[in-house]
Structure formats: structure tokens, C-alpha cells
């Protein structure tokens, strides 16, 4: 899935012309990095709006036009309106085709229903964690990560060891020695407890 977004370099800066700029119908914004100076833009709140939406503007290289000139963005940062929930700014960086970099990416949980802790064991499945930082060159991001349930029980949990991950991508948590748990199916009240929950209980 590729996503372009439509951007101009702004002159006018300040809080008062950023407010001119929101009243006209159009976001702030700033990218940056790469080596390159960084550049102050401006969006259009709805085309802008109508991509931000999907899950994907978060973890994904995006294209930016800016002024005619198309280069591949990380979405890094933004701000909303406390009330209205418009974007009140943006901020983008630069991505090089042969440097590294850190995104957050979302999980997708497949199998939940099948999982012997749920269907047998009338567990309920607990996710610990919904997305994390993994590292890898541009051209290998995956929108996201599958974590599949379909061997998962009472008493045990998924950890990002045993995730399978896209070739040329790791998790940083992990390369860090934290092998975190990503979801679980606690016993249910009543059941018995696993050998992996008794040792912790030990």
C-alpha cells in the first residue's frame, strides 16, 4: 500500500500564522532529516485527514509531494485539537534507502477464536502489548506484524521470540535482551494453573 500526501513549503511563521493557516483549512507542519535542511510545510486538512485515518499513515514510508518534489517520509510526530480532534501539526523525517530505522508497528491478532486457552479452556485473551518498535532499512517495513494464537493456552503467553518476523527485521526490545510478553490467556478462575504459571507463583 502506498500512500502520498501533498505538501508546500510555508513562509509565514509564527503561532499567528499558523492559526491563519488552521482557519483557511490547512495543517502546519515540518519535515526534516536526511541530511537535508529542514523545511516548513503546509497540508490540507482534509486530504490530509482522510489518510491519517488509516492505520497504516502511522507505520508505513510515506510519499511526500512537496512542491512537485516526491521523498519518502516517516509520520513522527503530531498534535491535535484538545476539542475538535483536527491535526494542529505535523511532523515528518526523512528516510535514507541505507540507514536503519525505528518505527512502531502494530500487531494483528489471527486465530484468537481457535486458540485451545479460549475455545477449550473458556479463557480470555489478554493482548499485552498492541504494537512495538521494531528496526530494519526502509524497504522491508511491514505495515504490520501477525501474531498468531492458534497454539495458545490457558496459563501461557506469546513472546517476541517467538513471533515470526519479515526478513531484514528485528525487534529492538529484543536485541536489547527484553524477550516481553506480547499476549496471554490467563487461567480462568477455577482452572488449573500451568507448570509456566506455578514456577512464577513459586
Known sequence: M???????????????ASRRLRRAGNVPG?????????????LNHKELFLEFRHEAFHSSILNLNL???????????YQLHPVRNDIAHIDFQRV???????????FHFVNQDIAPGVKLQ?????HVMTEADVSCLAKNLPEF???DLAELTAGHSIHLSQIKLPKGVEFVQ???????????????????ASEEEAAATE
Open 30 to 42: 515540518i519535515v526534516y532529516g536526511g541530511g537535508k535542511d529542514a523545511v516548513s510545510i503546509e
Open 145 to 147: 506484524i501477525e501474531v
Open 67 to 77: 512542491d512537485g518534489k516526491k521523498e519518502q517520509v516517516l509520520l513522527r510526530d
Open 174 to 192: 529484543l536485541a536489547h535482551g527484553d524477550d516481553a510478553a506480547v499476549a496471554s490467556i490467563p487461567t480462568p478462575r477455577g482452572g488449573v
Open 2 to 16: 502506498t500512500i502520498e500526501i501533498n505538501a508546500k513549503a510555508r513562509q509565514a511563521q509564527g503561532t499567528g
Open 96 to 106: 535514507s534507502a541505507t540507514e536503519k530505522i525505528h518505527v512502531k508497528v502494530p
Open 122 to 126: 473458556h479463557g480470555v485473551v489478554n
